[in-house]
Each structure stands twice: as C-alpha cells, then as structure tokens.
C-alpha cells in the first residue's frame, strides 16, 4: 500500500483547517468582541446581535473545544460565567483583523450590492 504523510492529514490546506475552527455565521463575531476582553454570556449575547441562545451556547462550547475560548465559571451566586482568548485565540482573531478591515472598507460597497440583489429579488 502505497500512502503519502498527507494522506493522513485532515485538512487540505491551512485555510481549511482555519474554517473548521470559525466557520459559521457567529463564531467570527464572538471573537471580535472576545478580542476586547473577558465578557460575561449576557454581555456576549447582547454585542452578537441576533444570535439565539442555543445556537450562542453551542459556538461557545466549539471554541471552546478547538482551544480557542476559555470559560470560566466562578462559582458565584448569582452565577458568574465569562468567556475569553486563549492565546491560540488571540492569534485567530488577530488573523481576522485584516478581514475586518477589508469588510470597513467596502461595507458600502457590500450593501448597494445587496439592495441590488433584493431589489430584483434575488435576496
């Protein structure tokens, strides 16, 4: 049998290893604002406007598997639990910044395209 060291290999490059990590409507904006600072679940679901609870719970505990977010639960009552970077977090979301800035950038030009798309109705 003849088998190559890539054949083993769960990815087929770098960005698709990237996507398994941040794919999703929502995971890219926990991150953006994760990237100011520790915050408290409320607070997160408030910044991440139009996210549910269930689906904000269940990007949360992905990251947090992939390493990216660490929750802490401080045993408090009432209970306190916020969420934050992990350094390999800190580098994705710093590795976001570009992108953020491409999206600031052409924002304008992103929704006169969309309004155009619904527009003829292609929404």
């Not at 590795?95 to 950038?105: D, F, I, M, Q, R």
């Not at 304008?108 to 619904?118: K, S, V, W």
Request: glycine share 10%; with cysteine.
């Amino acid at each position: 049998m003849n088998t190559k060291p890539e054949d083993n290999f769960p990815f087929i490059c770098g960005l698709d290893a990237a996507l398994r990590v941040i794919g999703g409507k929502w995971k890219p904006l926990v991150l953006y604002f994760l990237r100011k600072g520790p915050m408290r679940y409320g607070e997160l679901q408030r910044s991440v406007r139009g996210v549910s609870d269930k689906v904000l719970i269940q990007q949360l505990k992905e990251l947090e598997a992939h390493g990216i977010v660490l929750r802490t639960d401080h045993r408090e009552i009432p209970p306190r639990v916020d969420y934050t970077l992990t350094p390999l977090g800190c580098s994705l979301a710093d590795a976001l910044t570009s992108l953020c800035g491409w999206g600031e950038k052409h924002s304008a030009t992103i929704a006169a395209a969309l309004a155009g798309r619904e527009k003829e109705g292609v929404g």
